[in-house]
């Protein structure tokens, strides 16, 4: 199983970008998905959660700025940045709690990260 990250990308404070992640390989069924950030120095924090029945939660810093979204159809799950700052520069990676067959169930995924740069 991979998960393909894309969509980071400098961007001007108070923009918008659209991560896109993709999952791959052997997969049974998706469960959670969800976005993580990392800045240098620091370690890795939730931004936001999915599941498959489309129950979202979100970091307090990202409430009503970002938007998490999935495509079960597609093993995908999107990630919108509105109204980005500064503070909001990091690498952000994508997570799946996978079942890659009917009787392995519940492994965390990680895809290698795409990096969001916001100037001022």
């Known amino acids: 199983v991979q998960l393909q990250a894309s969509g980071g990308g400098l961007v001007q404070a108070g923009g918008s970008l659209r991560l896109s992640c993709v999952a791959s390989g052997m997969i049974f069924r998706i469960n959670d998905m969800g976005w993580y950030l990392q800045t240098p120095g620091k370690q890795r924090e939730l931004v936001a959660t999915i599941t498959r029945d489309g129950t979202t939660s979100y970091a307090d810093s990202v409430k009503g700025r970002f938007t998490i979204s999935r495509d079960n159809a597609k093993n995908t799950v999107y990630l919108q940045l509105n109204s980005l700052k500064p503070e909001d520069t990091a690498v952000y990676y994508c997570?799946?709690?996978?079942?890659?067959?009917?009787?392995?169930?519940?492994?965390?995924?990680w895809g290698k990260g795409t990096l969001v740069t916001v100037s001022s």
């Open positions: 997570n799946g709690n996978i079942d890659p067959t009917i009787v392995l169930r519940g492994i965390n995924y």
